[in-house]
């Protein structure tokens, strides 16, 4: 299997997901258009942290196929076994949509983009061990920041869980921030990715 | 991240956002498919409409990268956050088709689209300041160009919004004018083309 | 705008619509699960009908950019129109599928696919007039050939749509015929392709 | 037609299939989250196993158009019979996701996947047979292990099927045995591709 497709592939169903989000968005029947609109507020906002979350994770997927020369048999199922989690999104951001402050709905979202990582960084792992795989330029160096950089968010999604049975408010701004702290330029983000790619 | 990644990511999305528009059009379960047909109308023209807006987006957002020539991370997040608004579209697009004369549904289906040449224009800003990113053929006479075409419509569809209070069809006539504008041949749209080609 | 891109996007939203179209089979909650697929039977073959509709929409799609070398605003914007019309096919798809032996609905069906191929026809006679659009290997002869070819169904669905005020099974079968006409191999179609390729 | 736009043709209806299986997921309106979760556990696992199964017959289409170096009519028309196959999927996966032990619905899901795999040594059969479709690298040994490897499942999902009159759970486990089959190494696959690929 070359690379090319594996990562047209990806692309796809990156792109395919993120626009499935809006599906869930239905106004009800409601006395006015603008009261309607409110109430499906956190609806609204599930959309738009999901939709950045994914486009987070697409970016992710590239950084990380460009240390990848070639795939072969288990690297492609690693990496479907990442687009499965990838696919599933949609319905735990339909769920928090629904129940914004429930514990529940909050675990699942969380263990959801847990997983997305954890897959995620089974494939890295795997490619970077095996020199065939990854390409010369691919220092152990930068196979561990890379690692870091994929793993990271699992320690804010899992505060975010245990937080939500007592302050679901703070679990959903952590969720929030962590597609911040990846868009907006910062230090420790942008230091890890210089001293990655020198 | 090389453009043309970008740019098929991009491409692909804009496939599906227009594709899913129509998912939204439903018979009702009345007395014969004639009138059912009618009854359902304006969500018929509402995707129409919102099927050539999607459609020009993507010409302008063809149009615009052929300036481009390298995506930083800046530019890639600010291409993300327009894909965004164009990926909210279907939701205001099916607002307006159930409330067609409704002045919320009109300014929200507004609001979107003007947000779509917001985020848009940011992003073209960016990319035309920077040397690196722009090609050398990029002339600050063109840039201006450009981003006037961008931002022209956002005048129309603030107009079709405030309009919307008082008299809803003639927002409805704004919204149908501003895509036909550009694609039907005419010189103010191919005259700045051509200045911006040459 | 490149030639690749217009392609590459035409293939994305037909690859989408001939996939949304599954989305409207829905089996009811009867009493069985045998039953229930019997009672949704026309809806399924309303799936495969538009399913092959489609895809030999697609082939069509890609014989005749096979003669356009370069695309131009309007042809943009014609091929545009065009798949306006193709992305509109799942809601005639389901009204059909859930009123099999409704005139309308037949009406309904065919003057959708009619406008395709009225659509595809004007993008197509635009290029064939325009040698700068269309390459030199393109004769009047061949020009005229595939005219005729994209044209062709439209006499069938006419037929189809005035049947179905008496007749809607004929109708049907019509529907059915015109796909496998362009299919299964025989003389007038591939005579035409093979003196059209010559 | 040329073979890459084959390719990415069905490359995008791929990932399109395996993306659109998640819109089946929706959580009932019940007393708590996490109850509803459960309720819909087997919706869960069937959008899993169909995830798995796409994701599998798109590997199989890569593997077996490396060995197709043209396409013509009938193997593009052979193909769009197996994905129109294919993107049938997510009904029988609904189906048996809302009745997991219904001997119809394990029958359903069963003659889907039973026709992929037929359509799809079909194509293989067709373009293995024609010198001038396959490449000159593909000796009868090569065509005879790939059609085993493509009709291997029929004899599997037919168990599944007549095993469903009586011990539903053990269809299930079959229909989740034969993904994982070609997705952990084993010797049995990875000897046929490894002789498949000499």
């Known amino acids: ?19 499935l989000l809006v599906i869930e968005l239905k106004l009800p029947d409601g006395p006015s258009v603008w009261l309607d609109l409110l109430s499906i507020g956190p609806k609204i906002l599930a959309f738009v ?9 697409w970016v992710a997927h590239h950084s990380m196929f460009n240390f990848v020369s070639r795939v072969d048999r288990n690297l492609l199922w690693l990496n479907n076994l990442s687009l499965l989690c990838v696919s599933f999104i ?6 928090l949509g629904n129940h ?22 089974l494939a890295w792992s795997y490619a970077a061990r095996k020199p065939e795989l990854s390409g010369k330029h691919l220092t152990p160096h930068i196979a561990t920041l890379v690692t870091r950089l994929h793993l990271s968010p699992v320690a804010a999604y899992t505060v975010a869980i ?11 701004a952590i969720f929030v921030c962590v597609p911040l702290f990846f868009i907006i330029p910062n230090r420790w983000v942008s230091g890890n990715i210089r001293s990655s790619v020198k």
Chains 1, 2, 3, 4 share one sequence.
């Open 1 to 19: 299997m070359e690379k090319n497709r594996v990562e047209a592939f990806s692309d796809g169903l990156f792109a395919i997901v993120a626009t």
């Open 49 to 57: 942290l999901s939709f950045l979350i994914v486009t987070m994770y």
């Open 100 to 121: 914004p402050q429930d514990p529940n709905a909050i675990a699942l979202y969380g263990i959801t983009l847990i997983l997305v990582n954890v897959t995620d960084t």
């Open 162 to 172: 245990v937080a939500g049975r007592f302050q679901p408010l703070l679990s959903l």
């Open 90 to 95: 949609p319905f735990p951001t339909a769920v």
